[in-house]
Structure formats: C-alpha cells, structure tokens
C-alpha cells in the first residue's frame, strides 16, 4: 500500500484545513486509516482513526470536538477536515495504515505510512 498525504499549507488560528490520503496498490478495505503528527521536537503523536469497513472514528482529547476523520470509499482516500486551528496544531501530519480492522493510538501498531504534509498555524 503507497500513502499519498496532502493539504497542508499555512493558515491563520481559527481557521481550518482539510487534508487527504490517497491509497494506491490496494483498497482500504478491513484496515484502519490514521492520521499522526509530529511538531518540532516532539514526539509522533495520534491525532485520529477511522476503520475503513465500519467507519468507527477515533479522537486525541486535544483535536476531539474541531477535527473530523471522515472516507470515501469510491476514491479510496480518508480526510481530516481540520477546524478552530491553534497554533499547537502545527506540525506534519502523516496519513498510516494498520493491516487491523482494530485500531489504535500507538504509532508502532501501523504499517504503511505516508509521507507527511506540513501544517503551518500561525497567531
């Protein structure tokens, strides 16, 4: 499975973004899609999941309520529509598959990953 992120770019706080993974070589089907972040200096953390079959969605505490996970199974791709935006929301997020319908919050539990698209917020 190749991962194709997208969507990024700068935006000022309280604005929102919306950001795609495209998969290719196969379908999404019976596996978990998530969405990581990693800020400067910080650790990859979880930001949200989604199952493909059952479309189960899944929060971090510090994006539940202003970020959506969301699929379309017709074009094989998963969004997180980013809303209210906060400057610590900067970071690159990268899109992640695990070969699970299980998901999980634990970065090593995936197994493909996309490249990473950049969110700049600023103040």
């Known amino acids: 499975v190749q991962l194709q992120a997208s969507g990024g770019g700068l935006v000022q706080a309280g604005g929102s973004l919306r950001l795609s993974c495209a998969a290719s070589?196969?379908?999404?089907?019976?596996?978990?899609i998530g969405w990581f972040r990693q800020a400067p200096g910080k650790e990859r953390e979880f930001v949200a999941a989604?199952?493909?079959?059952?479309?189960?969605?899944y929060y971090a505490d510090s994006v539940k309520g202003r970020f959506t996970i969301s699929r379309d199974n017709a074009k094989n791709t998963v969004y997180l529509h980013m809303n209210s935006l906060k400057p610590e929301d900067t970071a690159v997020y990268y899109c992640?598959?695990?070969?699970?319908?299980?998901?999980?919050?634990?970065?090593?539990?995936?197994?493909?990953w996309g490249q990473g698209t950049l969110v700049t917020v600023s103040s």
């Open positions: 992640a598959v695990r070969r699970v319908f299980i998901p999980t919050m634990d970065k090593s539990d995936y197994d493909y």
């Open positions: 070589g196969r379908t999404f089907s019976g596996y978990t």
């Open positions: 989604i199952t493909w079959s059952g479309g189960s969605t």
